[in-house]
């Protein structure tokens, strides 16, 4: 782990750390999630994907997604 000197105002700090405590963790892990969820490059435009739809995020392979589309079009072409 590295250590970061950051420069914030008392109050900011003071919420912060009363933040962290509802929340049940650290104020240094609450910063180091918010920088993860920031883009990894500054030309990122994807979306950044949290809760529920990260867990989900890639649970389903590309074979099975051009199967679902294969199905999907079957379906539309039989009751059109």
Same mark, same amino acid.
């Given at each position: 782990? @590295?250590? #970061?000197?950051?420069?914030?105002?008392?109050?900011?700090?003071? *919420?912060?750390?009363?933040?962290?405590?509802? !929340?049940?963790?650290? #104020?240094?892990? #609450?910063?180091?999630?918010?920088?993860?969820?920031?883009?990894?490059?500054? @030309?990122?435009?994807?979306? *950044?994907?949290?809760?529920?739809?990260?867990?989900?995020?890639? $649970? $389903?392979?590309?074979?099975?997604?051009?199967?679902?589309?294969?199905?999907?079009?079957?379906? !539309?072409?039989?009751? *059109?």
């Amino acid at each position: 782990m @590295n250590k #970061l000197t950051l420069t914030v105002d008392p109050e900011v700090v003071r *919420q912060a750390k009363a933040y962290a405590a509802k !929340q049940q963790q650290s #104020l240094s892990k #609450l910063v180091e999630n918010y920088l993860k969820s920031l883009p990894r490059t500054e @030309n990122s435009q994807s979306p *950044q994907l949290t809760g529920a739809v990260a867990e989900l995020a890639g $649970i $389903i392979s590309e074979k099975e997604l051009e199967d679902a589309k294969d199905y999907s079009d079957f379906l !539309q072409d039989k009751y *059109q």
